[in-house]
């Protein structure tokens, strides 16, 4: 069988958080918190991305998940929003690692709750057809932002 959309999502999830971890570990360490927050981004990003483009939308557009979606897609400007202070902070500055820490909590609660709630109405309410055309457009955006190709 194909890819499964759920355990792809997870295991994206999995890498933004050790990478997380990483980061909180190399607090000191300048170089080492840059390289890691580069590698943050190349993960998180076309994630965020992609979930936005084509997972929330679907479930946006169902009665049963719409609430849930919409609660999503605040989470991730919220995310992005102190993504983009952290970009432009030093991060020898001891407001970095606060900031990030609070980037943290928020990544990482919206984690749980997509895996915990958002997973599991997605599965009520989405065909297995719409979940293969959302896994195939999900990895498509994903691949687009990576490699820098205008998203379609």
Do not use: C, N
Not at 17 to 32: H, T, Y
Not at 81 to 95: Q, W
């Amino acid at each position: 069988m194909a890819k499964d959309l759920f355990s792809e999502l997870h295991t994206d999830h999995q890498k933004v958080k050790e990478i997380m971890s990483k980061i909180v570990k190399a607090s000191g360490d300048i170089s080492a918190k840059g390289t890691l927050f580069t590698a943050l981004e190349d993960e998180l990003i076309p994630h965020l991305e992609s979930e936005e483009a084509v997972f929330y939308p679907a479930l946006e557009s169902k009665e049963q998940s719409h609430k849930e979606a919409l609660e999503a897609l605040e989470e991730h400007l919220v995310a992005k929003k102190i993504h983009e202070e952290l970009k432009t902070l030093d991060k020898s500055d001891e407001h970095w690692d606060a900031k990030f820490m609070v980037f943290k909590e928020v990544v990482e609660h919206h984690i749980q709750e997509e895996e915990k709630k958002i997973f599991a109405v997605a599965r009520k309410v989405l065909s297995d057809d719409e979940v293969a055309d959302i896994q195939t457009l999900f990895d498509q955006q994903k691949l687009e932002i990576k490699s820098g190709s205008p998203a379609a």
